[in-house]
T-cell receptor
């Protein structure tokens, strides 16, 4: 799986958009970008995934650059309940999710 | 709320005990997984079941024994565990094992070995 690089931590203001960056410069053409988050004392929660095109669902938007070397997860209106560790994962194999260290996001009132 | 249910939520056991962790999903998913998560570390894959057959064992010690009685249930049998096996054990499921199919996780069983 391609390696991802995320900032270790970020602060966001409640009610504002949170933009979480992820670098994956060694990604290859058939590898998907996945985002999960893990709120304290809970299991990882699937957020969104994409291959080339930008994706949006009820939780977030995923913006993938044209060269696919980086992506941004956008939480449109952050709330205190969005405080969590966010994992960006590049997935190349059918069965496996390889989690990295993630970004600890703290939403402040 | 998660659609993957794990029981018990917490488990304390001695090194000579035998216990089992249980996982259940009713989403019709045909792939199920066990992950292990140590404190302040990311989850790591242990086992993969596809259509009720073990397809992947990530070199997990034999003191961990998975079982998939049917398409909705996944068990992890524990025997003679060591203190370093204390961790959060996570179950996940997905429609299949394909790269485009997200895995959905339960909230885990927090295991402590005395």
């Amino acid at each position: 799986d391609a390696k991802t690089t995320q900032p270790p931590s970020m602060d966001c203001a409640e009610g504002r958009a949170a933009n979480l960056p992820c670098n994956h410069s060694t990604i290859s053409g058939n590898e998907y970008v996945y985002w999960y988050r893990q709120i304290h004392s809970q299991g990882p929660q699937y957020i969104i995934h994409g291959l080339k095109n930008n994706e949006t669902n009820e939780m977030a938007s995923l913006i993938i650059t044209e060269d696919r070397k980086s992506s941004t997860l956008i939480l449109p209106h952050a709330t205190l309940r969005d405080t969590a560790v966010y994992y960006c994962i590049v997935r190349s194999r059918d069965y496996k999710l390889s989690f990295g260290a993630g970004t600890t996001v703290t939403v402040r009132a | 709320d998660t659609e993957v249910t794990q029981t018990p939520k917490h488990l304390v056991m001695g090194m000579t005990n035998k216990k089992s962790l249980k996982c259940e999903q009713h989403m019709g998913h045909r792939a199920m997984y066990w992950y292990k998560q140590k404190a302040k570390k990311p989850p790591e894959l242990m086992f993969v079941y596809s259509y009720e057959k073990l397809s992947i064992n990530e070199s997990v010690p034999s003191r961990f024994s998975p079982e998939c009685p049917n398409s909705s249930l996944l068990n992890l049998h524990l025997h003679a565990l060591q203190p370093e096996d204390s961790a959060l054990y996570l179950c996940a499921s997905s429609p299949g094992t394909g790269i485009n199919q997200p895995q959905h996780f339960g909230d885990g069983t927090r295991l402590s070995i005395l």
